[in-house]
C-alpha cells in the first residue's frame, strides 16, 4: 500500500491537472465561441408574467415553462413595448422601438422593406431561419417575414365548426410546422421564431382543461405546445445545445384598469411579461433575475450569443452579462399604445418605467406608480412625487420628440372585422378629438371594453343581444358612424330593416359619402321592396369616386335585382354585366340568368345558372350572393330534386337563421313531402 502510494498520487495529480485544463479550456471556449445550436425564440401571445406559476402562481398548470425556468434564467421584470400583437413583434424582432419601427398599431401598418429583423442579421452569419406564426395579426403581408428563408403563417381555412380559422392558427398545428422545418434544414445552426396565438382572446380551450379559468385554460394549452417542442428537441439531441428564449409579446388585462384583454392600457398587467433564457448546457439554471429588461433586449443578447456583429444603433443592451454575474447599464423602458388615439382619435397613451418607478402619461394627466408595492396597494403618487414626474416626463418627451406620424395604409372593411373579432375596435386611422370633447380615461376604458363585448355577442350568432348592445353604444357615443353602421348591418342580419334603415341614416347624416352605408341601405331597401329608394341608394355609391371595384359590383347587383323586379330584363342583364365588370368573382350574370328562366318557367335552365353562381361562391370562398340557394332550391324542388334543394336551405338558415324567405321556403318543401313533423320544428325557431 506504501509503496504504491505515490503513483496513486501522481496519477491523481495527472487526471487533476488534464481535467482543469480541459474545463479551463471548456470554459474559455464557452466565453468566446457562439453557440453551436439552435437558437429558439418562443413567443407566446397575451401571457401576463403573474399567471405563471414560475413567477409565483398559484392556480395555473404550466409544467414545461416551470421544468424551463428550472433549467434557465428567469427575468422576474420584463417588460412589452407595446400592447399589441403586431407592433409588439416588430419590436421584439427587430430590437427597436415602435416609433423607430414605424408599427404603431394593429391595423394599417406594416414594418418597412428596410427593416432588418434578427432573423436577417442571422441569416447573414450563415444560419438556417425559420417564422412560424399562428395569427392572422402577424400574417406575411406584416413584414414580419423579413430575413426568414421559411416563414409560415398558414391559417386553417373556416368552416361552420371552426369558424375562427381565419383568426388564428392552434397552436400545436404550428408547432408540427416548426418541426417538420428543423427536420427538413439538416443543421443545427439554425434560428427558431415560433410564436403560439393561445392564450390571445377569444378564449377556446376552456374544455380541455377543468378546474381552470378560461385564460388559464388558454395558457395551460400553450404549455402544452412548449412542451411539445422541447420533447422534439430532446428526442433530436438537440435540447442540451439549444438556447432558448421564451416571452411573450404583452399581457393581458383580465379586468385590471377596467380592460380584460390588450391594447388600450399600459398598466403594468399590460407591460409585464415572462423572459426565460435557456442556455446550452443548462448552465446558470435556476436563477432569477431582478433587473428590468425589455423587449428589445432580445436583439442585442441573440446577436451576442451568436457572436454576430450588432446592427447600428440598436438602444437595447445585451442580456449576456445578467447570465452571469456581470451586470448591464441601467436604461429606463418605454412602452406605447395609440389605440385609443389610432382607433377614436383621443389621448395616446405612454409609460417609462426606470427603476422601480412608472409614469404613465395619457394627455396632459399623469400618473406615477411603485412597482414594487404589490399590485393591490399601488396608488397614483404623482402629486407627492412631482420632481420625479417631471423628470420622467422629459425623458420620455425626449424619447418620442423625433416620432414619425401616424400615416397608416387603409383597411379593407374584411380585415376590418377581423381586427374587431381579436379586440381591436374604432375606425382604423381616426381624425384627433379635441381634448374638450374626449370622454374622460374611465368613460374610454368601459365603453371601449363594451364595444370588443358588443362584437363577441354579434360573432356569436347572438344577434338580438348584439343589436341591443350597439344601441346603448350609440347612444354614448352618437358621433361615432362606425357604431351606426354596426347596429344596422347587425339588424339587417335580423331582418329588422326598419332598425337598420333608421341607423344607416344616421350613419349617412355623419358621413355622407360613405359608400358601405349607402350599399346597406340599399340592400335593406331591397329587402322591404323600396324599389326606388335602393335604386337610388345603389347609384350614390357609383358617384363616389372612393368606391372600390367590389363596391361598385354590390351596387350594380342591387340595380340588377330593382330591375329583375321591375321586370326589365334587358337592363337587369345590362347591371349584371356591369357587375362582373367590375368584380368578376361576383356571379351576378348566372344570379340573373337563374332568375329570368325561373319566371318563365324554363326550369332546368335555371337550375343550372344557379349552380354555376353557387360554383362561383365557393370557388371563390365568399359566401352565395342574398338568397341565391333560396331562389336555386325553388328551382331544385320544380325539377324534382328535393333533397338538393332541402339541402341548400338548411345551409342557408344555418348561416343567416332569420332569413323569412329560406324558413318559407324549407317549410313549404317539408309539408309538400309529408313531413309535418320537420315543418313544425322549424316554425317554433
Ligand atoms: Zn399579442
Same mark, same amino acid.
Given at each position: 500500500?506504501?509503496?504504491?502510494?505515490?503513483?496513486?498520487?501522481?496519477?491523481? =495529480?495527472?487526471?487533476?491537472?488534464?481535467?482543469?485544463?480541459?474545463?479551463?479550456?471548456?470554459?474559455?471556449?464557452?466565453?468566446?465561441?457562439?453557440?453551436?445550436?439552435?437558437?429558439?425564440?418562443?413567443?407566446?401571445?397575451?401571457?401576463?408574467?403573474?399567471?405563471?406559476?414560475?413567477?409565483?402562481?398559484?392556480?395555473?398548470?404550466?409544467?414545461? =415553462?416551470?421544468?424551463?425556468?428550472?433549467? #434557465?434564467?428567469?427575468?422576474?421584470?420584463? @417588460?412589452?413595448?407595446?400592447?399589441?400583437?403586431?407592433?409588439? $413583434?416588430?419590436?421584439?424582432?427587430?430590437?427597436?422601438? &415602435?416609433?423607430?419601427?414605424?408599427?404603431?398599431?394593429?391595423?394599417?401598418?406594416?414594418?418597412?422593406?428596410?427593416?432588418?429583423?434578427?432573423?436577417?442579421?442571422?441569416?447573414?452569419?450563415?444560419?438556417?431561419?425559420?417564422?412560424?406564426?399562428?395569427?392572422?395579426?402577424?400574417?406575411?403581408?406584416?413584414?414580419?417575414?423579413?430575413?426568414?428563408?421559411?416563414?409560415?403563417?398558414?391559417?386553417?381555412? &373556416?368552416?361552420?365548426?371552426?369558424?375562427?380559422?381565419?383568426?388564428?392558427?392552434?397552436?400545436?398545428?404550428?408547432?408540427?410546422?416548426?418541426?417538420?422545418?428543423?427536420?427538413?434544414?439538416?443543421?443545427?445552426?439554425?434560428?427558431?421564431?415560433?410564436?403560439?396565438?393561445?392564450?390571445?382572446?377569444?378564449?377556446?380551450?376552456?374544455?380541455?382543461?377543468?378546474?381552470?379559468?378560461?385564460?388559464?385554460?388558454?395558457?395551460?394549452?400553450?404549455?402544452?405546445?412548449? #412542451?411539445?417542442?422541447?420533447? @422534439?428537441?430532446?428526442?433530436?439531441?438537440?435540447?442540451?445545445? *439549444?438556447?432558448?428564449?421564451?416571452?411573450?409579446?404583452?399581457?393581458?388585462?383580465?379586468?385590471?384598469?377596467?380592460?380584460?384583454? $390588450?391594447?388600450?392600457?399600459?398598466?403594468?398587467?399590460?407591460?409585464?411579461?415572462?423572459?426565460?433564457?435557456?442556455?446550452?448546457?443548462?448552465?446558470?439554471?435556476?436563477?432569477?433575475?431582478?433587473? &428590468?429588461?425589455?423587449?428589445?433586449?432580445?436583439?442585442?443578447? =441573440?446577436? /451576442?450569443?451568436?457572436?454576430?456583429?450588432?446592427?447600428?444603433? +440598436?438602444?437595447?443592451?445585451?442580456?449576456?452579462?445578467?447570465?452571469?454575474?456581470?451586470?448591464?447599464? %441601467?436604461?429606463?423602458?418605454?412602452?406605447?399604445?395609440?389605440?385609443?388615439?389610432?382607433?377614436?382619435?383621443?389621448? *395616446?397613451?405612454?409609460?417609462?418605467?426606470?427603476?422601480?418607478?412608472?409614469?404613465?402619461?395619457?394627455?396632459?394627466?399623469?400618473?406615477?406608480?411603485?412597482?414594487?408595492?404589490?399590485?393591490?396597494?399601488?396608488?397614483? +403618487?404623482?402629486?407627492?412625487? /412631482?420632481?420625479?414626474?417631471?423628470?420622467?416626463? *422629459?425623458?420620455?418627451?425626449?424619447?418620442?420628440?423625433?416620432?414619425?406620424? +401616424?400615416?397608416?395604409?387603409?383597411?379593407?372593411?374584411?380585415?376590418?372585422?377581423?381586427?374587431?373579432?381579436?379586440?381591436?375596435?374604432?375606425?382604423?386611422?381616426?381624425?384627433?378629438?379635441?381634448?374638450?370633447?374626449? &370622454?374622460?380615461?374611465?368613460?374610454?376604458?368601459?365603453?371601449?371594453?363594451?364595444?370588443?363585448?358588443?362584437?363577441?355577442?354579434?360573432?356569436?350568432?347572438?344577434?338580438?343581444?348584439?343589436?341591443?348592445?350597439?344601441?346603448?353604444?350609440?347612444?354614448?357615443?352618437?358621433?361615432?358612424?362606425?357604431?351606426?353602421?354596426?347596429? %344596422?348591418?347587425?339588424?339587417?342580419?335580423?331582418?329588422?330593416?326598419?332598425?337598420?334603415?333608421?341607423?344607416?341614416?344616421?350613419?349617412?347624416?355623419?358621413?355622407?359619402?360613405?359608400?358601405?352605408? $349607402?350599399?346597406?341601405?340599399?340592400?335593406?331597401?331591397?329587402?322591404?321592396?323600396?324599389?326606388?329608394?335602393? $335604386?337610388?341608394?345603389?347609384?350614390?355609391?357609383?358617384?363616389?369616386?372612393?368606391?372600390?371595384?367590389?363596391?361598385?359590383?354590390?351596387?350594380?347587383?342591387?340595380?340588377?335585382?330593382?330591375?329583375?323586379?321591375?321586370?326589365?330584363?334587358?337592363?337587369?342583364?345590362?347591371?349584371?354585366?356591369?357587375?362582373?365588370? %367590375?368584380?368578376?368573382?361576383?356571379?351576378?350574370?348566372?344570379?340573373?340568368?337563374?332568375?329570368?328562366?325561373?319566371?318563365?318557367?324554363?326550369?332546368?335552365?335555371?337550375?343550372?345558372?344557379?349552380?354555376?353562381?353557387?360554383?362561383? /361562391?365557393?370557388?371563390?370562398?365568399?359566401?352565395?350572393?342574398?338568397?341565391?340557394?333560396?331562389?336555386?332550391?325553388?328551382?331544385?324542388?320544380?325539377?324534382?330534386?328535393?333533397?338538393?334543394?332541402?339541402? +341548400?336551405?338548411?345551409?342557408?338558415?344555418?348561416?343567416?337563421?332569420?332569413?323569412?324567405?329560406?324558413?318559407?321556403?324549407?317549410?313549404?318543401?317539408?309539408?309538400?313531402?309529408?313531413?309535418?313533423?320537420?315543418?313544425?320544428?322549424?316554425?317554433?325557431?
Amino acid at each position: 500500500m506504501a509503496r504504491s502510494a505515490p503513483h496513486t498520487v501522481i496519477l491523481v =495529480i495527472v487526471t487533476l491537472s488534464g481535467c482543469l485544463a480541459a474545463f479551463g479550456g471548456w470554459r474559455f471556449a464557452k466565453a468566446s465561441a457562439p453557440v453551436n445550436g439552435p437558437i429558439v425564440l418562443i413567443s407566446i401571445d397575451s401571457l401576463r408574467a403573474d399567471r405563471l406559476p414560475a413567477y409565483g402562481y398559484t392556480q395555473g398548470r404550466t409544467p414545461a =415553462i416551470d421544468a424551463l425556468a428550472a433549467d #434557465g434564467i428567469l427575468f422576474e421584470r420584463a @417588460y412589452a413595448h407595446v400592447p399589441q400583437t403586431l407592433p409588439a $413583434h416588430a419590436a421584439l424582432l427587430t430590437g427597436r422601438l &415602435p416609433f423607430e419601427t414605424g408599427v404603431r398599431d394593429a391595423a394599417g401598418f406594416t414594418l418597412p422593406s428596410s427593416a432588418r429583423t434578427v432573423a436577417g442579421l442571422l441569416r447573414d452569419r450563415g444560419y438556417a431561419t425559420g417564422g412560424i406564426v399562428s395569427s392572422f395579426l402577424l400574417r406575411k403581408e406584416t413584414g414580419l417575414a423579413e430575413g426568414f428563408s421559411f416563414f409560415d403563417a398558414e391559417l386553417p381555412a &373556416p368552416d361552420a365548426a371552426a369558424p375562427d380559422a381565419w383568426l388564428m392558427r392552434d397552436g400545436a398545428e404550428s408547432e408540427k410546422v416548426a418541426e417538420h422545418w428543423l427536420d427538413s434544414i439538416g443543421t443545427s445552426r439554425a434560428f427558431l421564431f415560433l410564436q403560439i396565438a393561445e392564450p390571445h382572446a377569444p378564449y377556446m380551450a376552456q374544455d380541455r382543461f377543468t378546474g381552470l379559468s378560461p385564460y388559464d385554460a388558454e395558457v395551460a394549452y400553450a404549455d402544452e405546445v412548449v #412542451g411539445r417542442l422541447v420533447r @422534439y428537441l430532446k428526442a433530436h439531441q438537440l435540447y442540451d445545445r *439549444a438556447t432558448i428564449l421564451l416571452v411573450s409579446d404583452h399581457g393581458e388585462g383580465l379586468g385590471d384598469g377596467g380592460e380584460q384583454t $390588450h391594447g388600450l392600457l399600459t398598466s403594468d398587467s399590460a407591460l409585464h411579461i415572462p423572459l426565460i433564457v435557456k442556455q446550452p448546457g443548462g448552465d446558470g439554471g435556476k436563477r432569477r433575475v431582478s433587473v &428590468p429588461v425589455q423587449q428589445i433586449d432580445l436583439v442585442p443578447t =441573440i446577436l /451576442a450569443l451568436a457572436k454576430a456583429p450588432g446592427a447600428g444603433g +440598436l438602444r437595447g443592451r445585451s442580456l449576456t452579462p445578467l447570465f452571469g454575474t456581470g451586470s448591464i447599464p %441601467a436604461s429606463p423602458i418605454y412602452s406605447e399604445s395609440l389605440y385609443a388615439r389610432y382607433r377614436f382619435g383621443w389621448d *395616446a397613451e405612454r409609460s417609462l418605467i426606470d427603476g422601480r418607478f412608472q409614469l404613465v402619461t395619457r394627455g396632459a394627466s399623469a400618473q406615477l406608480f411603485d412597482l414594487e408595492a404589490a399590485p393591490a396597494a399601488r396608488t397614483n +403618487l404623482a402629486a407627492e412625487q /412631482a420632481g420625479l414626474v417631471s423628470t420622467m416626463k *422629459a425623458t420620455l418627451a425626449e424619447l418620442v420628440g423625433r416620432e414619425a406620424s +401616424l400615416a397608416a395604409a387603409p383597411v379593407t372593411p374584411t380585415d376590418r372585422e377581423r381586427y374587431e373579432a381579436l379586440g381591436y375596435v374604432g375606425v382604423p386611422g381616426s381624425a384627433p378629438v379635441p381634448d374638450a370633447e374626449q &370622454p374622460d380615461a374611465e368613460t374610454q376604458v368601459t365603453f371601449v371594453e363594451r364595444y370588443r363585448a358588443a362584437v363577441q355577442v354579434a360573432r356569436s350568432d347572438r344577434w338580438r343581444d348584439a343589436i341591443d348592445a350597439y344601441r346603448v353604444l350609440t347612444t354614448e357615443q352618437p358621433g361615432m358612424s362606425d357604431l351606426w353602421m354596426h347596429l %344596422a348591418s347587425t339588424a339587417a342580419r335580423q331582418e329588422r330593416h326598419e332598425v337598420a334603415l333608421d341607423a344607416y341614416g344616421h350613419a349617412l347624416a355623419l358621413e355622407p359619402g360613405n359608400t358601405a352605408s $349607402h350599399l346597406g341601405a340599399a340592400a335593406s331597401y331591397l329587402r322591404v321592396r323600396k324599389l326606388d329608394e335602393a $335604386h337610388s341608394e345603389a347609384s350614390a355609391v357609383l358617384d363616389i369616386d372612393t368606391a372600390d371595384a367590389v363596391q361598385k359590383a354590390e351596387a350594380h347587383e342591387v340595380l340588377a335585382r330593382v330591375a329583375l323586379s321591375r321586370k326589365d330584363a334587358e337592363l337587369a342583364q345590362a347591371e349584371a354585366a356591369a357587375s362582373e365588370t %367590375a368584380d368578376a368573382n361576383r356571379p351576378v350574370k348566372a344570379f340573373v340568368e337563374g332568375r329570368l328562366a325561373l319566371d318563365q318557367g324554363r326550369d332546368a335552365e335555371a337550375v343550372e345558372a344557379f349552380e354555376r353562381a353557387l360554383a362561383t /361562391a365557393g370557388r371563390t370562398g365568399r359566401p352565395p350572393l342574398t338568397d341565391l340557394r333560396v331562389y336555386a332550391a325553388e328551382a331544385l324542388v320544380r325539377v324534382e330534386r328535393t333533397p338538393d334543394a332541402e339541402q +341548400l336551405l338548411r345551409a342557408e338558415l344555418s348561416a343567416f337563421p332569420a332569413n323569412v324567405r329560406a324558413r318559407a321556403a324549407l317549410q313549404t318543401l317539408y309539408r309538400a313531402s309529408g313531413r309535418s313533423q320537420d315543418a313544425a320544428a322549424l316554425a317554433q325557431h
